[in-house]
């Protein structure tokens, strides 16, 4: 008994021995010129951008991993990555097939606008020029396969900065399943735009629960994917409720509207591949904001002054509508907003580039009766401005020669009808 024990320690300790001996030959190897060179030049053809390598290393602790440091992708501006660990999957490994198995990320900045171009260098490269044989897919490598898609993720310390250069810094994780979909996830705003957001969301079957905690409110809800009519496409659909959440927080750090906000919200795409999802996505949601105050527009004034208004603000009991989406296209029709002297209803729209076109009508109970007075909504979400239409502005300068004050916004009412009945002699509506 004893001899067999001694035999195991011997075998462990040449076993260990034996992996301390590739792993420095390892590490000697990945810390040579060529072989950084090579990755370098491989990776930024791939990229479409020069990509630049710190420190590469392979480590035995806690998991054994290649990471490389210091790691730069020469885009406009930079993305950058502190630290990025690949632990491979060794009984894959042992059978010929090299997959990885978790993806660590840490301390990185990604830029949107290079993701964008990064993206759009890999769609560029994987259309392949015409008599050019396809390249081998995933799984089909001379050594039994290739899988570079990791199984878990790990982000630590991740920023994201979007195209207004705002940030926000998130710790996440997410496992995959055996068929390529998520399992479940997890994340943490810890600083910058939405700091304080936890969310979660957990495969159960064939659908995705989801709550997320943002506002002082929850957004709740229910995914599925599941596949469409033609080969190869998937169909998503889903259910989502918000609840009590702080409009401000979804729109900081700038606030056009604030109030606690209550919704339902459906949504559908149909896609071959996750990138597609942000062209493809539709939603639709029916909402109502209460104790709202409209930043930056006084509706109020803009009706008693018949003119362009821009600034100050417009306190509101209820707002309520429908918002529809579609990449980054919105639609807000069916408005209704109520306080205790106006009421206004409406339909505007929110180009990709954040213009605002749209129509509102307004009515002072005040002024002793419903006047129906419309706004041509304009400007940006930033900037956004209201002002009389034409038709209605012809109206407002007959109504003031009649009477002062009721008498001008009563003839914006009536002039807008003219300019409607006349088809655009006003110079349009």
């Known amino acids: 008994m004893v001899r067999i024990v001694k035999w195991l320690v011997a075998a462990a300790a040449l076993g260990v021995l034996l992996l301390g001996g590739v792993a420095m030959a390892l590490q000697q190897w990945l810390r040579t010129d060529d072989f950084r060179s090579r990755i370098e030049r491989d990776a930024s053809a791939a990229l479409g951008a020069p990509l630049k390598l710190g420190r590469l290393s392979v480590d035995l602790w806690p998991l054994p991993a290649v990471a490389a440091d210091d790691v730069r992708l020469l885009t406009r501006p930079p993305l950058t990555i502190g630290r990025v660990e690949a632990r491979p999957g060794w009984v894959a490994l042992l059978g010929g097939r090299l997959e990885v198995a978790t993806l660590i990320v840490r301390k990185a900045v990604l830029p949107e606008t290079a993701i964008a171009f990064v993206g759009a260098a890999m769609q560029k490269k994987a ?18 396969g290739t899988s570079l898609m990791p199984r878990r993720a790990v982000l630590d310390e991740v920023t994201w900065i979007d195209a207004k250069g705002l940030r926000a810094t998130v710790n996440a994780e ?45 957004i709740t809800g229910n995914l599925q994917v599941q596949p469409g009519k033609a080969a190869g496409v998937l169909l998503l659909v889903g259910l989502i409720s918000t609840d009590k959440v702080e409009i401000a927080a979804l729109t900081a750090p700038q606030k056009p509207l604030t109030g606690k906000l209550q919704a339902q919200t459906t949504l559908r795409a149909e896609f071959r591949e996750f990138g597609q999802l942000a062209d493809v996505l539709k939603t639709e949601t029916r909402f109502t904001v209460r104790d709202a105050v409209l930043q930056k527009i006084d509706l109020q004034k803009a009706v008693q002054t018949i003119g362009l208004s821009r600034g100050g603000t417009t306190p509101l009991d209820t707002l309520a509508g429908t918002v529809t989406t579609q990449g980054k296209a919105v639609h807000l029709t069916h408005l209704v907003a109520t306080s205790g002297m106006l009421t206004a ?13 749209g129509r509102v009508n307004v ?14 909504v304009g400007g940006t979400t930033d900037d956004p401005s209201v002002m009389l239409t034409r038709g209605a502005m012809v109206g407002a300068a007959l109504g003031t020669l009649v009477a002062p004050g009721a008498g001008t916004a009563a003839g914006a009412s009536v002039g807008n009808r003219i300019g409607d009945a006349l088809g655009g002699l006003f110079g349009g509506k």
């Open 127 to 144: 259309k392949a020029p015409a008599g050019r044989a396809a390249p081998k897919q995933a799984g089909q490598g001379e050594r039994g």
């Open 363 to 376: 009515d002072l109970t005040a002024t002793g009766g419903a006047m129906g007075v419309p706004l041509a």
């Open 174 to 218: 997410m496992d995959l399943g055996g068929d390529g979909l998520l399992d479940a996830a997890t994340f943490d705003v810890v600083q910058g735009r939405f700091f304080g957001t936890k969310g979660s969301i957990r495969r159960q079957g064939s659908q995705w629960p989801l709550r997320i905690d943002i506002g002082g409110g929850q």
């Open 345 to 357: 209803t409406g339909n505007v729209s929110i180009a990709a580039d954040k213009a605002l076109s």
